[in-house]
């Protein structure tokens, strides 16, 4: 999960967690204050039960003793007369059942020794036959002996008991201190009566209350019947009473032989702290649940924001294509590609020249016209890329190779005849190199560079599509190894010049010689120029190089005038790079002004692949060399890019005829024709003419008889190093060649 997600949801854990901990801490407080509230209000219902039951004790005796005074000589209606008088002060039902008795109930001897004399004490209730109703006694021992008693009404007695005196939860346990049980509001009288009929009327307060006996003892120190013999009132908790956990009160009345427990039950207590927490808890569900909303919701406008910004971050704003970079990414990381791939790279050639000429708005319909035209042909499983600048990418499985190149092809040839982009109407020259690998044993990254490497090369070589093969690979291995020597070759001097002559065709005579670099690197060996040189160019290091070689130029030069005593030209080639670098006029002047060499005996050569957009910046420093009084020689004329008029335009002194375009003229008609007509030129332009690359006899005639000014060649002579170069001059060593018939049609 990405990490801003991952941090909205632990934030959202960390909120729920938080929330969740408010409503237990409150949770405890209302605990708190709940068990409290519930301890007094225990207390308090206990102490009214307590106090209500004695309070009829004590009313009770009160007639037992009015009866007592003459109990013998009384009769059950006389006896009857007195109680209904006096109850109503008691609050018993008159009419429920309350019934004086003497002698049905049995007492054993023990139990009546124990009770006091005068004295109101109460026995176990109990189902009363006569009257069909369950009752209690409530008896009282004649001065006599006797006994008597009064059976109240169990429902009566529960309803007196509970009066004022009872809270919802809490229930009342009155129970003889033989533990005989009086009342219990625990149970309904269906249960008491189940009770009785098994005989464990006594039974489980006893044993319920024998279970309480040791905690009694550790929590007060007393037994439970030490505490029952003493006037005792004690609270403690989670007892269990009628098999439920019961906050219990229990109180002992001795002169009566009664204890009273109350009790309420903590499933009670529970349910009422439920009800209280309830409302909280809701809160705390529906905040959450309200918070989870918002969250999802925040988490997937988070998302969709981010796979936005994901997809504009590796996808190309103007096409809609996936970045180089991105695919990357996604074809090494996120969905590794393998098997047999087609990797093509289309490259508008010259592109920054239409956004300069046409505007950067032309420039984005060109990009978009390509990329329009490459996804008809792309469709899945095929993908599209753009690189940076003019440059695309299609990755296609093999099996649809077939129909990628002739695509490819058709393109390169289609946008060769005019196009229409907005406003105007544009010719392209689009280059393309193509991979075909596995991409399970070579890693997308490296599939690329090699598809980078065919279309340099398909620039490199002026084709159109160039495919990518080992032989390539090998050739920029050497290429790197070649970029990696050459600061040390420069360094350590490894570099020397050859020089070739340049003959006058009519005369024989010497006109010039041409400086040309040779490279035996320590490593490598024996480096033809053109492939450093490149390097050079590519790297930078051309001027370092440069520096260099016009250095050793400019002294070799000086050492051969000297050997020789003539006067002839020295050619020096310079690239296009060093003319555009911005100490190039510094260098010259501290290499070749303090040399002491007269600047008209200097040639500077430069190739003809100057550029149209630098054409004013090159002017102006051929100018500043011309004010110097160097020659410009333009090289390699006829295989570039310059037109006629450039000719005009520029401040030069010499074109040199390409060796391709000297090859066939003694063989071919339009050869001839063209070479003448670069002389005619030369001519109407006062220009000199140099025909180089001249093997045979009868290519230097036809320049001869043409007027070319001055002729260089193998015929003549190969380059050669300064020493031989001095024997040459000096010996004068010019062959004298033979005229031969021109074989043309
Ligand atoms: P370039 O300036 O056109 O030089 C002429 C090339 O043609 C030289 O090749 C020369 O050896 C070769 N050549 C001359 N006559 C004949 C011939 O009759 N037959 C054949 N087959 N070749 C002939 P080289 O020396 O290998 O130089 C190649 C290119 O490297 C040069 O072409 C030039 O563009 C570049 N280069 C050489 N030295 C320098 C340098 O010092 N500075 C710069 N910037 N470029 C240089
Ligand atoms: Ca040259
Ligand atoms: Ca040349």
Same mark, same amino acid.
């Given at each position: 999960?990405?990490?801003?997600?991952?941090?909205?949801?632990?934030?959202?854990?960390?909120?729920?967690?938080?929330?969740?901990?408010?409503?237990?801490?409150?949770?405890?407080?209302?605990?708190?204050?709940?068990?409290?509230?519930?301890?007094?209000?225990?207390?308090?219902?206990?102490?009214?039960?307590?106090?209500?039951?004695?309070?009829?004790?004590?009313?009770?005796?009160?007639?037992?003793?009015?009866?007592?005074?003459?109990?013998?000589?009384?009769?059950?209606?006389?006896?009857?007369?007195?109680?209904?008088?006096?109850?109503?002060?008691?609050?018993?039902?008159?009419?429920?059942?309350?019934?004086?008795?003497?002698?049905?109930?049995?007492?054993?001897?023990?139990?009546?020794?124990?009770?006091?004399?005068?004295?109101?004490?109460?026995?176990?209730?109990?189902?009363?036959?006569?009257?069909?109703?369950?009752?209690?006694?409530?008896?009282?021992?004649?001065?006599?002996?006797?006994?008597?008693?009064?059976?109240?009404?169990?429902?009566?007695?529960?309803?007196?008991?509970?009066?004022?005196?009872?809270?919802?939860? +809490?229930?009342?346990?009155?129970?003889?201190?033989?533990?005989?049980?009086?009342?219990?509001?625990?149970?309904?009288?269906?249960?008491?009566?189940?009770?009785?009929?098994?005989?464990?009327?006594?039974?489980?307060?006893?044993?319920?209350?024998?279970?309480?006996?040791?905690?009694?003892?550790?929590?007060?120190?007393?037994?439970?019947?030490?505490?029952?013999?003493?006037?005792?009132?004690?609270?403690?908790?989670? !007892?269990?009473?009628?098999?439920?956990?019961?906050?219990?009160?229990?109180?002992?009345?001795?002169?009566?032989?009664?204890?009273?427990?109350?009790?309420?039950?903590?499933?009670?207590?529970?349910?009422?702290?439920?009800?209280?927490?309830?409302?909280?808890?809701?809160?705390? +569900?529906?905040?959450?649940?309200?918070?989870?909303?918002?969250?999802?919701?925040?988490?997937?406008?988070?998302?969709?924001?981010?796979?936005?910004?994901?997809?504009?971050?590796?996808?190309?704003?103007?096409?809609?294509?996936?970045?180089? &970079?991105?695919?990357?990414?996604?074809?090494?990381?996120?969905?590794?590609?393998?098997?047999?791939?087609?990797?093509?790279?289309?490259?508008?050639?010259?592109?920054?020249?239409?956004?300069?000429?046409?505007?950067?708005?032309?420039?984005?319909?060109?990009?978009?016209?390509?990329?329009?035209?490459?996804?008809?042909?792309?469709?899945?499983?095929?993908?599209?890329?753009?690189?940076?600048?003019?440059?695309?990418?299609?990755?296609?499985?093999?099996?649809?190779?077939?129909?990628?190149?002739?695509?490819?092809?058709?393109?390169?040839?289609?946008?060769?005849?005019?196009?229409?982009?907005?406003?105007?109407?544009?010719?392209?020259?689009?280059?393309?190199?193509?991979?075909?690998?596995?991409?399970?044993?070579?890693?997308?990254?490296?599939?690329?560079?090699?598809?980078?490497?065919?279309?340099?090369?398909?620039?490199?070589?002026?084709?159109?599509?160039?495919?990518?093969?080992?032989?390539?690979?090998?050739?920029?291995?050497?290429?790197? !190894?070649?970029?990696?020597?050459?600061?040390?070759?420069?360094?350590?001097?490894?570099?020397?010049?050859?020089?070739?002559?340049?003959?006058?065709?009519?005369?024989?005579?010497?006109?010039?010689?041409?400086?040309?670099? &040779?490279?035996?690197?320590?490593?490598?060996?024996?480096?033809?120029?053109?492939?450093? +040189?490149?390097?050079?160019?590519?790297?930078?290091?051309?001027?370092?190089?440069?520096?260099?070689?016009?250095?050793?130029?400019?002294?070799?030069?000086?050492?051969?005038?000297?050997?020789?005593?003539?006067?002839?030209?020295?050619?020096?080639?310079?690239?296009?790079?060093?003319?555009?670098?911005?100490?190039?006029?510094?260098?010259?002047?501290?290499? +070749?002004?303090?040399?002491?060499?007269?600047?008209?005996?200097?040639?500077?050569?430069?190739?003809?692949?100057?550029?149209?957009?630098?054409?004013?910046?090159?002017?102006?420093?051929?100018?500043?060399?011309?004010?110097?009084?160097?020659?410009?020689?333009?090289?390699?004329?006829?295989?570039?890019?310059?037109?006629?008029?450039?000719?005009?335009?520029?401040?030069?002194?010499?074109?040199?005829?390409?060796?391709?375009?000297?090859?066939?003229?003694?063989?071919? !008609?339009?050869?001839?024709?063209?070479? !003448?007509?670069?002389?005619?030129?030369?001519?109407?332009?006062?220009?000199?003419?140099?025909?180089?690359?001249?093997?045979?006899?009868?290519?230097?005639?036809?320049?001869? &008889?043409?007027?070319?000014?001055?002729?260089?060649?193998?015929?003549?002579?190969?380059?050669?190093?300064?020493?031989?170069?001095?024997?040459?001059?000096?010996?004068?060593?010019?062959?004298?060649?033979?005229?031969?018939?021109?074989?043309?049609?």
């Amino acid at each position: 999960m990405h990490r801003l997600r991952k941090n909205v949801w632990l934030l959202f854990i960390a909120t729920v967690f938080v929330s969740i901990l408010l409503t237990f801490v409150m949770s405890v407080y209302t605990w708190d204050k709940h068990f409290s509230s519930i301890k007094s209000d225990l207390n308090h219902a206990h102490a009214l039960t307590k106090s209500y039951l004695l309070e009829k004790i004590v009313k009770m005796s009160e007639i037992f003793q009015l009866l007592d005074k003459s109990y013998n000589n009384r009769n059950q209606d006389q006896i009857n007369l007195i109680f209904s008088t006096f109850i109503d002060t008691i609050d018993f039902d008159r009419n429920a059942g309350t019934n004086f008795f003497q002698g049905h109930l049995t007492f054993d001897r023990e139990f009546l020794d124990k009770q006091k004399p005068e004295q109101v004490f109460l026995k176990n209730s109990f189902y009363y036959t006569t009257q069909k109703q369950w009752v209690t006694p409530i008896c009282y021992r004649f001065s006599e002996g006797d006994v008597g008693c009064f059976a109240i009404d169990l429902e009566d007695l529960t309803t007196l008991l509970t009066r004022g005196a009872r809270t919802t939860g +809490i229930n009342h346990v009155i129970s003889t201190s033989d533990y005989w049980l009086i009342h219990n509001s625990f149970f309904d009288k269906d249960q008491f009566a189940s009770l009785y009929s098994a005989n464990m009327m006594k039974g489980p307060i006893a044993k319920t209350l024998a279970s309480h006996s040791k905690s009694l003892k550790e929590e007060i120190g007393l037994s439970l019947d030490e505490f029952l013999a003493g006037e005792n009132s004690h609270s403690y908790q989670q !007892r269990v009473l009628n098999g439920e956990h019961t906050l219990i009160m229990l109180s002992s009345v001795p002169t009566y032989n009664l204890f009273i427990a109350s009790g309420y039950t903590y499933s009670e207590i529970w349910r009422q702290f439920l009800s209280y927490i309830y409302g909280i808890v809701l809160l705390t +569900i529906g905040f959450n649940t309200v918070l989870f909303f918002l969250f999802k919701r925040y988490d997937k406008l988070n998302e969709k924001h981010r796979l936005d910004l994901e997809y504009k971050n590796k996808h190309d704003s103007l096409t809609g294509l996936l970045t180089r &970079r991105a695919s990357e990414q996604v074809f090494m990381e996120e969905h590794p590609i393998s098997g047999t791939y087609v990797l093509a790279e289309i490259s508008i050639n010259k592109f920054h020249l239409i956004n300069e000429r046409f505007g950067h708005h032309t420039g984005d319909l060109l990009l978009q016209y390509i990329s329009n035209y490459l996804k008809n042909y792309c469709t899945n499983p095929c993908y599209l890329i753009r690189d940076i600048g003019p440059d695309f990418f299609i990755i296609s499985p093999d099996s649809e190779s077939d129909k990628i190149e002739p695509a490819i092809e058709q393109l390169l040839e289609e946008v060769k005849k005019p196009i229409a982009i907005g406003d105007v109407k544009l010719r392209l020259n689009i280059k393309a190199g193509i991979f075909k690998g596995n991409l399970s044993s070579i890693s997308y990254r490296e599939a690329l560079k090699c598809v980078d490497l065919a279309l340099w090369k398909a620039k490199k070589e002026q084709i159109n599509l160039y495919t990518y093969t080992e032989e390539t690979h090998e050739q920029v291995i050497q290429r790197s !190894r070649i970029r990696e020597l050459l600061d040390d070759g420069i360094a350590k001097h490894e570099f020397h010049l050859v020089y070739q002559p340049q003959i006058e065709p009519n005369t024989g005579v010497l006109t010039g010689i041409e400086a040309l670099a &040779r490279w035996n690197s320590t490593e490598l060996g024996f480096i033809p120029p053109l492939q450093f +040189i490149d390097i050079a160019e590519e790297s930078g290091l051309i001027l370092d190089l440069g520096r260099e070689l016009t250095t050793i130029a400019i002294n070799d030069f000086k050492d051969i005038l000297a050997k020789t005593n003539k006067e002839f030209t020295l050619s020096i080639n310079f690239s296009i790079y060093q003319f555009l670098s911005d100490t190039f006029l510094n260098d010259i002047d501290e290499i +070749i002004g303090n040399s002491g060499i007269p600047p008209k005996l200097l040639t500077l050569e430069i190739t003809e692949s100057i550029f149209v957009e630098e054409l004013a910046y090159i002017k102006n420093i051929l100018l500043q060399l011309h004010e110097r009084g160097f020659h410009i020689s333009l090289d390699d004329f006829g295989t570039g890019y310059s037109s006629l008029s450039m000719l005009s335009k520029l401040p030069i002194d010499e074109i040199k005829i390409d060796k391709s375009f000297i090859d066939n003229i003694q063989h071919s !008609r339009p050869d001839y024709l063209l070479v !003448r007509n670069i002389l005619a030129i030369g001519k109407t332009l006062d220009l000199k003419v140099v025909a180089e690359g001249i093997e045979h006899t009868d290519q230097a005639d036809i320049l001869q &008889r043409h007027h070319c000014h001055s002729i260089q060649g193998y015929l003549y002579s190969k380059p050669l190093p300064k020493e031989e170069i001095i024997a040459f001059i000096n010996k004068n060593k010019i062959q004298e060649y033979k005229k031969y018939k021109i074989k043309y049609k």
